[in-house]
């Protein structure tokens, strides 16, 4: 009886109040999220603990910090928020139709920028010619970013990249595979090895390479990953969080780039830059979108992977008319 006391003076704004400012870590950065003021966030905040008998945030040097409580709960407060939401709208229940058109939603999506260059424009284009009154929120892939815990949580609806083994808790679909190559300057050695047949494995793991920062602390990246597996290291000399600066590097360097062909692709009109082939055998790279279970049977989302699928083939189709020309 105590408990079913104490559940019914919650209501759902304060559920919500519960999960922005545990996420947020902030109450003005929550009011703001929540198109409210401070000091009624602060009253609510005041709510909550005397509630749940927690301080749920704490202040530390570095700002204020959710309590091991308050992250026990976010993710409890984001199921009850999502199953309000599949209750009284009825856009939101699995199999309710989903009319891109009329929709004023919103879609998060984090994704890395070793896919394509032309990716994530395209996709704001097409997804914003379909559905004219949705935005987008694009989150980067980092070191920084716990993608799991962002889509266990709903902070993100999809995320797209590449990985060897994609976490096996997470539903996935395949967007394409790419040969892997090497992308170097157009004076570099490795072109005038590459013509003589002396682009060997040797030479490749004793250049001089650049490879993106890993996506958690600790990790390989695919390459680095694969190449461990066979026993062999590179000598990485730059390390970047930045993918998309990488071209501009290599063509001021004698760096050399191991990743897919159709990245590579987009660049050798615009730079001083060749692809030559990769010596070390190496698996095609697999891209893929990946989402959790909890908005597996979301129409919005379904309709939102699709449009990934078509714009993400479309660049592959496209990336291999330009390679054999």
């Not at 105590?2 to 400012?21: C, G, N, Y």
């Not at 229940?93 to 919103?106: L, N, Y």
């Not at 896919?115 to 395209?122: H, S, V």
Request: hydrophobic share 45%; net charge positive; charged share 20%.
């Amino acid at each position: 009886m105590a408990e079913r006391a104490a559940s019914s003076r919650i209501d759902l704004q304060l559920v919500k109040v519960l999960h922005t400012v545990i996420s947020e870590r902030s109450v003005s950065k929550a009011a703001m999220k929540l198109r409210s003021t401070q000091p009624a966030v602060s009253a609510q905040l005041k709510r909550l603990r005397e509630l749940t008998g927690d301080a749920l945030l704490v202040r530390t040097g570095a700002g204020l910090v959710p309590t091991e409580r308050a992250l026990q709960m976010l993710d409890d407060a984001r199921c009850l928020l999502d199953a309000a939401d599949r209750l009284f709208n009825p856009r939101q229940r699995a199999g309710a139709e989903f009319d891109p058109a009329q929709a004023r939603i919103g879609f998060r999506v984090a994704a890395s920028d070793y896919l394509d260059p032309f990716f994530l424009p395209e996709l704001v284009a097409h997804v914003k010619r379909l559905a004219p009154q949705a935005t987008l929120d694009l989150h980067g892939l980092s070191e920084e970013f716990d993608y799991r815990r962002s889509l266990a949580a709903g902070d993100v609806d999809l995320v797209i990249g590449n990985w060897l083994q994609p976490p096996a808790e997470l539903h996935l679909g395949k967007l394409f595979s790419d040969e892997i190559v090497c992308l170097v300057a157009q004076d570099h050695p490795a072109l005038r090895a590459a013509q003589r047949g002396a682009w060997t494995v040797e030479r490749y793991l004793g250049s001089e390479h650049v490879a993106p920062a890993p996506l958690h602390l600790g990790a390989r990246g695919v390459i680095d990953e694969h190449l461990a597996n066979l026993g062999l290291q590179r000598r990485v000399a730059v390390r970047s969080a930045h993918f998309s600066l990488i071209p501009l590097m290599v063509a001021r360097s004698l760096l050399v780039l191991t990743t897919g062909r159709q990245f590579c692709q987009r660049y050798l009109d615009a730079l001083p830059l060749r692809v030559v082939p990769c010596p070390v055998a190496f698996p095609p790279l697999a891209y893929y979108q990946l989402w959790h279970d909890r908005s597996h049977g979301a129409a919005a989302m379904r309709w939102l992977r699709e449009q990934v699928r078509v714009v993400a083939q479309g660049l592959a189709a496209a990336g291999g008319r330009l390679a054999m020309q």
